[in-house]
């Protein structure tokens, strides 16, 4: 006689159904309306498609197979020649093929038009809350697109390459693919964030020299981003000092360039991604941009890949902040549904907050690259953006950790989305510079370009003037940085939190509800307020708690 089946076995009570086949974008009405507020509601539509697509099961499946599964270096083949080739799983491919379909490797380059990087950042902000390596080399194909058009005759032979919508994972010279990616690698083992410190050396080919001459390079870099791009984009050290450089896979007459891949990074996240160990062996480059002047040259890039790092790191807390909700609201614990509960609601409050907040500072500085000519949009982008990548990215680490603490055990496991998203939250904190690194740069651009600071602080206090949260926000960071000049560096990152949570408000109370913008200027207005989520005070109601809640999810 066969034995039954325990009823435990046939059915697990209170256990969370599985959040798919929901659309990110309809699903997100502060997405949806900065989108047609910033000028880009030409593609909602396709953001629309997107958002379904990304919602589905099958994506998220991709997702997990590409992180499960991590990139393999294969630096010889049987006969024993170099090949340093770096195998992935196909749902690798899949997701960078989705990617470029969206055009999200070069929209406002290709598709020059109102609104377009605000398009552009939507998709990619879609994107990133499902899987975030497959971003690592669209980020830094996008970046270069702008350095290499200064590089006519360069720029011309690549162009249709990088514009592209299909994705070619095909490993060959250039001139046999019909699309391109390019990656990144500046730092060295000595130096890190200080490039300045690099040795590789980039010798002239005899009878060249100078900007868009042949060089070759010898040295080393720790961090090669991407190792399978097709280019790469190199800080190298001339007689003139760092230079910058394009890097190709293959040389132009067909051979392998002398790029060999020593090892893969064993990364905490980000692994579906490859980042790698290299050393040039008198590899082959062309010079981009003026000799002497390569720090000048990635900076622009720099520009883009931080802002890259804040609309991810927004995405990876919109998205955990959409799976802790669902969560609350269909586990139940001590008689009650968690979403149901005081103390849990007051987190999940400030979450929303701090996520919405978030992603109308990411629209906000995408707008402020739609219009490269206007002095107050030039402030944005100089100085908001290290400043949004400090803290965003920042935040984006407690943020995820306190959603996954909301799922408990459940969250801590590797069969669900929290824990991958936790494991990805450092990298945007880390890469393209660490907090440190932004603040100061905050405090040089505020000192070099004092009148685009002044702009900045004008335009907060016109939206301050009928607020009186605000205005004493806006009066507390004026008078932040009247200490010394030589205590700036010190009180740097206490400085840019002001600055930020300063700017979110701001943008709160133009665009949200009262009840809202209330709530978030009330419990950020003390900048020590805010860094354990779940302490909003009494005058914060559980009325206007859950209205806040009410917005996460259309």
Known sequence: MQASTPQAELHANNQVPELTDNNLYADDSVLMAGVQRH??????AELARYGAELGSKEVWNLAELANRHAPELQRYDRAGNRIDVVEFHPAWHTLLGMLRRENLHALPWSTPKTGSHVARAAGYFLHAQVESGSLCPTTMTFASIPVLQQEPALF??????????DHDSRDLPLAQKTAMLIGMGMTEKQGGSDVRSNTTLATPIPGGGGRGADYTLTGHKWFFSAPMCDAHMVL???????????VPRWRPDGSKNTL??????????NRSNSSSEVEFDAAFGIMVGDEGRGIATIIEMANHTRLDCVIGSAALMRQALVQALHYA???S???AMLAEQALMQNVLADLALESEAATLLMLQLASAFDAPNDPLQKAWRRIVTPAAKFWICKRALEFTGECMEIWGGNGYVETGPMARFYREAPVNSIWEGSGNVMCLDVLRAITREPESFALLLEHLSSIAASHAGLSKMVDSLKNTLSTPPEQHERIARYFVQKLVLTIQAALMVQTAPQTIA???VSSRCDAE????????????SAEAQKEILQRVVQ
């Open 333 to 335: 614990a001590f008689g």
């Open 329 to 331: 609201r269909h586990r």
């Open 260 to 269: 060999l891949v020593q090892r893969l990074k064993d990364k905490l996240g």
């Open 156 to 165: 011309a032979a690549l162009q249709a390459k990088l514009y592209a919508c």
């Open 518 to 520: 209330d709530a978030f």
């Open 236 to 246: 190298a050290r001339t007689e003139l000092g760092l230079s910058c450089f394009f």
């Open 39 to 44: 000028h880009a509601g030409w593609h909602a």
């Open 529 to 540: 307020n805010g860094r354990v989520y779940g302490t909003l005070s009494s005058l914060i």
